[in-house]
């Protein structure tokens, strides 16, 4: 597919090539549009007009139509995964587990899914009843507020509980002490504790006269008659009462008849419970917990609360509720439900055999995935020198990716505080990496997703993404990059390892056009061999002079070839030598020995003619104008600038670029691949040619 973007941040054009069901490496320097590629198609296949976010800052005051970013080309793309920096930013480790999402992650897979759907189809009847029975969750809400009613104590029973305020010191209204009967249809109404909290707040007014402070008639008596309601009845007491009443009323007929006849004549209670009513009333909490405990336990039934029983058919039976041994919630209502789940029981129980083998086949494949991912992941951890390693373990009917370290042995908690950048990186590509195999995506992005990690773990990466069991091969994922190694490793050094084969090509930006240039395994070459090349196919001979000289560096030869190279490059009419820490002149034989050995690679090397063309300004001005590449124009106006800008930022990457360092041992030919970013020649065109600009 041709990708195609348009005025999008720094980039107004780009065609870039990209195939499918393979690793797609594109090697370009910072600030060529990386990640607003990345960007511009995410926003893109949104289709929710966010890409105008990336409108450069050039069109945003036209507001011109045909300038509005734009992406196409991505037709048979619906959905991609970027790795980059906002992904690691949002990466979460958990308090104790090393990597957030890990079951949906690691354990979750298709075949996981599909087990699970032939475990539930078994035990559906049981699904069912509890799904459609909007009777048994009622059921479920009120069992757990009465016991909850009775508060949080080892004795079963709280004197802080709802039970206690309600009815533990006796039911006053159904009871209306003597003097208040002229209360009882307030006290006895639905409203009766707001009706309470209106009259408890209007009392604490009285004192300000001896009229009444809800009807101002002067009367004492009155007042005297309200203050006593406020002393026998509080608002919070009565809620707790009403809530008593009505959660026993709600579950009135699937309590037995004589346990509905004792539970109405303790909520009736004038003298508060005594001790054997409260022994009753904890018989009453301790069956309505097991039946309650019971509903809760098949509601939520799953393969997990299955898989450690030794006999399925036991864990099955032991489920079944007998209302023989709940004899105070043993009702017609009650076995009405019953009978429901227990026969729902009996279905799966016709079918154990093949219950137990699905749930066998799954055990044994999360064991297998476990296994399998953890190895993946422990493996890359050690070829690339990291000192941890993951565990999986069950807890809480999930399983939990747990970090340990090598020299510990305990689990590591709370990952963020133990891990460097580099390591959080590592584990979040491996997260992403299993991401892309769950969700699948059309696409993948990684935007420099190995340039931070150190030489020996790059390839250590790239190996567990596109060559693991469980890597990213044969997915159409686009690499961005500025570090050169991975296509070294991949398109050069190792590409046999690597199928299907990945392509690499080189992107360069210039005046907002971005263009790629395919790099293919003899585009990659010794610096030597590049040296040698280019001096034969060079025109410009201040360019060929920095090639032969760059060539005797990397041979290690700082003989007389080199020292008389860089002479010329220096301006110098007398060639000298570096000797004992001093500089002194070149003898005529040393400069014919060096002059001769030069020729073998530059036949037309004359020092006393080139050092009269390297210090003519016009004759440089016109070298570097008429350079074919960027890399060129550098070695010709460091050779003009005698090695001087006013620029330090300029002029560290001049001296970079001049010098050997080991990336120039295997590299890109400068001559095809434009390796030096533009905006260091436009400094350089405006230093050279300042009028003209």
Not at 231 to 246: G, P, Q, T, V, Y
Not at 570 to 599: F, L, Q, V, W, Y
Request: one cysteine or more; glycine letters at 4%.
């Amino acid at each position: 597919m041709i990708l195609e973007i348009n005025n999008c941040n720094n980039i107004d054009d780009g065609r870039i090539s990209i195939e499918k069901h393979k690793l797609n490496i594109k090697y370009a320097m910072n600030g060529t549009g990386k990640s607003t590629i990345a960007r511009a198609i995410e926003l893109h296949l949104r289709g929710d007009g966010s890409i105008k976010e990336l409108t450069p800052f050039k069109m945003k005051e036209s507001g011109a139509k045909d300038h509005e970013p734009r992406v196409a080309g991505l037709d048979d793309v619906k959905d991609i995964a970027i790795f980059n920096d906002e992904y690691i930013s949002k990466f979460a480790f958990k308090q104790d587990e090393v990597l957030a999402n890990s079951f949906e992650i690691f354990v979750k897979t298709a075949d996981y899914e599909k087990q699970i759907n032939a475990i539930e189809g078994i035990i559906t009847t049981i699904k069912e009843t509890f799904r459609d029975s909007k009777e048994i969750d009622q059921v479920i809400s009120d069992l757990t507020t009465l016991i909850e009613s009775f508060g949080k104590s080892k004795s079963g029973y709280s004197e802080a509980g709802a039970l206690a305020k309600g009815i533990g010191k006796g039911n006053k209204v159904s009871n209306i002490p003597v003097g208040l009967e002229s209360y009882t249809a307030y006290l006895q109404s639905p409203q009766n504790s707001k009706w309470l909290k209106w009259l408890m707040d209007g009392n604490t007014y009285s004192s300000l006269s001896d009229n009444c402070p809800y009807c101002t008639s002067p009367t004492k008596d009155k007042k005297d008659v309200i203050s006593k309601v406020s002393k026998e009845f509080d608002a919070k007491s009565i809620e707790h009462l009403n809530k008593i009443i009505a959660v026993l009323d709600s579950l009135g007929k699937y309590f037995s008849t004589d346990a509905n006849d004792k539970l109405r004549a303790l909520t009736n209670n004038v003298n508060g419970l005594s001790k054997e009513q409260l022994t009753y009333l904890l018989l009453i909490k301790e069956q309505a917990d097991t039946l309650r405990l019971r509903m809760i336990d098949l509601k939520g039934m799953t393969y997990f609360s299955m898989k450690e029983a030794e006999k399925v058919s036991d864990f099955i039976m032991k489920l079944k509720i007998d209302l023989n041994f709940l004899p105070d919630l043993n009702s017609i209502s009650t076995r009405g439900l019953v009978d429901q789940i227990n026969n729902s029981l009996d279905n799966v129980l016709s079918q154990i055999g093949v219950l137990q083998g699905e749930i066998a086949k799954q055990t044994h494949l999360i064991t297998k995935t476990i296994d399998a991912n953890k190895g993946d992941i422990n493996n890359f951890l050690k070829s690339a020198g990291y000192r941890y390693y993951v565990d999986v373990e069950y807890a809480n009917e999930s399983y939990k990716m747990r970090l340990r370290h090598a020299d510990f042995s305990k689990p590591v908690e709370n990952g963020n505080q133990h891990l460097s950048y580099g390591e959080k990186n590592a584990f979040s590509l491996v997260l992403f990496m299993f991401e892309c195999l769950s969700k699948n995506p059309d696409m993948i992005i990684l935007d420099d997703p190995i340039s931070s990690f150190d030489r020996n773990k790059k390839y250590a990466v790239m190996d567990m993404l596109f060559r693991g069991r469980r890597g990213l091969r044969n997915r159409t994922v686009l690499m961005m990059t500025h570090d050169l190694e991975p296509i070294i490793d991949v398109i050069y050094t190792l590409h046999r390892q690597f199928q299907p084969h990945p392509v690499a090509a080189f992107m360069n930006i210039n005046a907002g056009i971005v263009t790629e240039t395919p790099i293919a395994r003899e585009d990659l070459s010794t610096f030597g061999k590049i040296c040698d090349d280019n001096i034969q196919s060079s025109t410009n001979d201040v360019a060929k002079l920095v090639y032969l000289r760059r060539y005797f560096e990397v041979q290690n030869n700082k003989g007389l070839p080199y020292e008389l190279i860089s002479n010329l490059l220096h301006k110098r009419a007398s060639p000298i030598k570096r000797e004992n820490d001093e500089d002194i002149p070149m003898t005529i034989a040393e400069i014919n020995a060096g002059a001769e050995e030069i020729k073998e690679r530059m036949p037309s090397f004359d020092y006393a003619q080139l050092f009269n063309a390297i210090s003519d300004e016009s004759y440089l001005t016109r070298a570097y104008n008429e350079a074919e590449n960027n890399y060129e124009k550098l070695q010709v106006f460091r050779v003009l600038r005698e090695g001087s800008t006013a620029n330090d930022v300029i002029q560290k990457f001049i001296n970079e670029t001049f010098h050997i360092e080991n990336e120039y041992i295997m590299q890109l030919n400068p001559r095809k691949y434009e390796l030096v970013p533009s905006f260091i020649i436009d400094e350089c065109n405006q230093i050279v040619s300042p009028s003209e600009l």
